[in-house]
């Protein structure tokens, strides 16, 4: 009996060994690809996404995924010959999400930055947004150079958070832009600044006419997809689709969809 429990040991520690090699091999095989082919094994891009972020990712009235950048990033996991599979999360912890490999890009209109640079790849610039500052409709703040101590309700990691710490406002975080305009509305923050085509929308889609967009900022942002920098091969294939939308029309069409003719002027 001991010969045979030696015997069956032996081939479970055998099999074993077997797997683990199997299993070395392929996690090697995968470390030895590129990002960009990975992606196209899988047959997913894996996009990080709010989804709460009008109008470029948010559910429409039937719960659907849907925005600005949801459909460009559509459009390019098509070109890529692969499906768009989204992951939703809060603002401040998407970077995190990338970081720790939930997603092969954000898709999100992220303002690329030279701090952001650092750390991270950005695709070329699909869209160009001024910054705007919200207060509420019987607000005197009429400037930026205004908010020099009052409080400013943001995503605590956002570019916007930025400028209106850069002008002096004190921060009080908030998971998103709706939040931030209760938050004025309640009277428990004075300003928020934000992207001025979501503000725009929100307005318009809202009528709500408790706030109002008190001035907007001179310099005007690019936002890009953006992705670890583990290797630059799916940035390219990315910048590529993107150099193919703009050259057959497809992209024109997106933005006037969302915005417009002229609406990112």
Known sequence: MK???LAIGSLVLAAGFMAGCNSNKEDNSAKGKDLLTQVKDSGELKIGTEGTYAPFTFHDKDGKLTGFDVDLANEVAKRLGVKAKYSETQWDAMFA???????DMIANEVGIKPEREKDYYFSQPYIT????????SDSDIKALEEIQGKTAAQSLTSNYGDIAKKYGAKLIGVEGFSQAIQLIETGRADVTVNDKLSIQNYLNETGDTKVK?????ADASDS??????????????????LDEMKEDGTYDEIVTKWFGKDGTK
């Open 3 to 5: 010969k045979i429990g």
């Open 129 to 136: 947004s001024s910054a705007a500052l919200v207060v509420k």
């Open 213 to 217: 967009i008190a001035a907007l900022e």
């Open 224 to 241: 890009g997809f953006m992705f670890r920098k583990d290797d630059d091969s799916l940035v390219k294939a990315v910048d590529k689709a």
């Open 97 to 103: 999400g990338l970081d720790a490999k939930r997603f």
